[in-house]
């Protein structure tokens, strides 16, 4: 549903969803001076309630809640009123997750903690974000009852668009550029007397942006499709995000394109200082949870047989705890690297029959051990050689066979099967065990996600496996699906290019092939 903006209500209301009494009191105090109404929820539930009810205009939406999660919320204010700008409160740890918010439809976020200028700022811009809507709703409600004079018309609406903070571009059919606002060609650091009329490969040489403005153009995605969103990074560290819709006539023929241009340049900063973060502390930690580990260890290889077995219970359950903060530290740390870049291996070699051989004989073991069956189906004919970095091969196939054999019962069965498939090398890894449900799916590659329920609450993993499972496929141009069905198993599809893939980064394979998502 989407409701109509009311232009005769000159306050607007504001929604405050958030679990913390003293966010939600804070900022109703700040948005109360800037004339709001303001009005509050503690939960995500409670606050879906209030914007049925209640005419909202802004939400302020808190990612994580208990219960409901401001990802769950964000939906379905949009499926409820499509014309609500929700801004997402965000904590330092989320940054990620702020910015996939934002390619769901979020309007802009505010990291905690936040001063009160910063919230006014933003609050501010999407007040004034509102009212450019109200008013071209209003000059659109004009259009149809009147026949006004259309160039007024026309250049009053040019103004509105000229105005916006965001860069606006479009095109025709063929590409070329017909429109860009003030904002565009700042953004792009362009002459703003250059005239409009050139292809865009003449304005920006990214490749990858060109494709994506050209693909709308031509009308690729307007019939079932929403388009990509693209990052596009310009010099001087600075990131935008580009987004784009195609321009329809009444038939439905594709006309154009129309493509904004949002600055996340500080998103993306805050996500680099989280990483460093994360690696500083990771590596300050390391060092002696393996020294508590290892005296763990000695305390319980010296204990006399027949002393207390819950003493003995008690150390070896804090010995297994140690265990999981190392893996987990280990983790962070391979994400850390993958992520930033600073660590790469050039491409070797590989022969994946022999590697695939060598991965699954070092995990037979541990198959065994729950009397599971693993097998390794290879073609008749040797496959082809591919040019990768062989650790990061062997931190993909060692993480996906071993959550196959932690994730599926005792007495199950996990195949792995390799095979050329034109330019290809395709492998499957497919259990019958737990398998996931399809809510759960599209998290599966989310960091630290880890699906919980009675069968896999005792399976102990960092949720990082995956993440860096689908890192590292994407690094070496490759791509990764899912099938699974509960109680029946599940199925990973790796499919690598044969040809070389250029330097990736590089992943301790032993140490993940243990961490399980």
């Known amino acids: 549903m989407i409701r109509k903006l009311d232009n005769n209500n000159d306050t607007m209301r504001v929604l405050v969803i958030d679990d913390e009494q003293g966010i939600r009191e804070g900022c109703e105090r700040i948005l109360k001076r800037m004339g709001f109404e303001v009005f509050k929820a503690n939960?995500?539930?409670?606050?879906?309630?209030?914007?049925?009810?209640?005419?909202?205009?802004?939400?302020?939406?808190?990612?994580?809640?208990?219960?409901?999660?401001?990802?769950?919320?964000?939906?379905?204010?949009?499926?409820?009123?499509?014309?609500?700008?929700?801004?997402?409160?965000?904590g330092f740890a989320t940054i990620e997750t702020a910015i996939e918010a934002m390619k769901q439809?979020?309007?802009?976020?505010?990291?905690?903690?936040?001063?009160?200028?910063?919230?006014?700022?933003?609050?501010?811009?999407?007040?004034?974000?509102?009212?450019?809507?109200?008013?071209?709703?209003?000059?659109?409600e004009e259009r149809k009852k009147t026949l006004l004079d259309l160039g007024t018309e026309k250049s009053r609406i040019r103004t509105i668009i000229e105005s916006l903070p965001n860069g606006i571009l479009v095109t025709n059919t063929q590409g070329q550029v017909v429109f860009m606002n003030p904002?565009?060609?700042?953004?792009?650091?362009?002459?703003?007397?250059?005239?409009?009329?050139?292809?865009?490969?003449?304005?920006?040489?990214?490749?990858?942006?060109?494709?994506?403005?050209?693909?709308?153009?031509?009308?690729?995605?307007h019939e079932?499709?929403?388009?990509?969103?693209?990052?596009?990074a310009l010099n001087h560290n600075v990131y935008y995000m580009a987004r784009g819709k195609p321009v329809l006539a009444e038939d439905g023929e594709c006309l154009g394109a129309v493509i904004t241009l949002i600055n996340i340049t500080t998103m993306k900063v805050l996500d680099q200082l989280k990483n460093e973060f994360v690696a500083k502390v990771s590596h300050e930690l390391r060092s002696p949870l393996s020294?508590?580990?290892?005296?763990?260890?000695?305390?319980?290889?010296?204990?006399?047989?027949?002393?207390?077995?819950?003493?003995?219970?008690?150390?070896?359950?804090?010995?297994?705890?140690?265990?999981?903060?190392?893996s987990l530290i280990?983790?962070?740390?391979?994400?850390?690297?993958?992520?930033?870049?600073?660590?790469?291996?050039?491409?070797?070699?590989?022969?994946?029959?022999?590697?695939?051989?060598?991965?699954?004989?070092?995990?037979?073991?541990?198959?065994?051990?729950?009397?599971?069956?693993?097998?390794?189906?290879l073609p008749d004919e040797p496959l082809p050689t591919i040019t990768a970095d062989p650790r990061g091969l062997e931190s993909i196939f060692g993480n996906?066979?071993?959550?196959?054999?932690?994730?599926?019962?005792?007495?199950?069965?996990?195949?792995?099967?390799?095979?050329?498939?034109?330019?290809?090398?395709?492998?499957?890894?497919?259990?019958?065990?737990?398998?996931?449900?399809?809510?759960?799916?599209k998290k599966i590659f989310d960091r630290f996600f880890r699906v919980k329920n009675a069968k896999t609450r005792y399976i102990t993993?960092?949720?990082?496996?995956?993440?860096?499972?689908?890192?590292?496929?994407?690094s070496m141009n490759g791509s990764i699906t899912l099938e699974s069905e509960p109680d029946v198993g599940t199925t990973f599809t790796v499919s690598l290019p044969i040809e070389k893939v250029g330097a990736v980064e590089c992943a301790e394979p032993a140490r993940t092939a243990e961490s399980s998502a």
Request: charged content about 30%; glycine content about 8%; some cysteine.
């Open 330 to 377: 280990g983790d962070l740390l391979d994400l850390s690297r993958i992520e930033s870049g600073a660590v790469t291996r050039e491409p070797e070699t590989v022969h994946v029959g022999e590697l695939m051989k060598n991965i699954v004989d070092f995990l037979q073991a541990r198959a065994e051990a729950k009397k599971q069956t693993l097998s390794l189906e």
């Open 183 to 221: 904002a565009f060609q700042q953004m792009l650091d362009l002459d703003p007397c250059r005239p409009a009329g050139e292809p865009m490969e003449a304005y920006i040489s990214d490749e990858g942006f060109s494709k994506l403005v050209h693909d709308i153009s031509q009308g690729k995605y």
């Open 43 to 90: 939960r995500g539930d409670k606050g879906l309630e209030v914007v049925e009810q209640e005419d909202i205009s802004i939400v302020l939406l808190d990612l994580k809640m208990p219960g409901m999660d401001g990802m769950e919320v964000l939906p379905r204010i949009r499926e409820m009123d499509d014309a609500i700008l929700v801004i997402i409160i965000t």
């Open 400 to 441: 996906l066979i071993s959550n196959a054999v932690n994730y599926t019962q005792e007495g199950g069965r996990i195949e792995v099967t390799v095979r050329k498939k034109g330019n290809w090398i395709v492998t499957q890894v497919a259990d019958n065990g737990f398998g996931i449900e399809e809510k759960h799916q």
């Open 224 to 232: 079932t499709d929403e388009p990509p969103s693209y990052e596009l």
């Open 291 to 326: 020294t508590i580990h290892e005296q763990l260890a000695m305390v319980l290889k010296d204990m006399v047989e027949g002393e207390s077995a819950e003493e003995q219970y008690i150390l070896s359950r804090a010995k297994e705890k140690t265990q999981g903060m190392i």
């Open 105 to 140: 439809g979020a309007y802009d976020f505010i990291p905690k903690p936040f001063e009160p200028d910063h919230l006014r700022i933003v609050v501010d811009r999407a007040r004034e974000n509102l009212r450019l809507t109200r008013e071209t709703e209003k000059l659109e």
């Open 461 to 474: 993993g960092t949720g990082l496996g995956l993440p860096i499972v689908k890192n590292l496929v994407d």
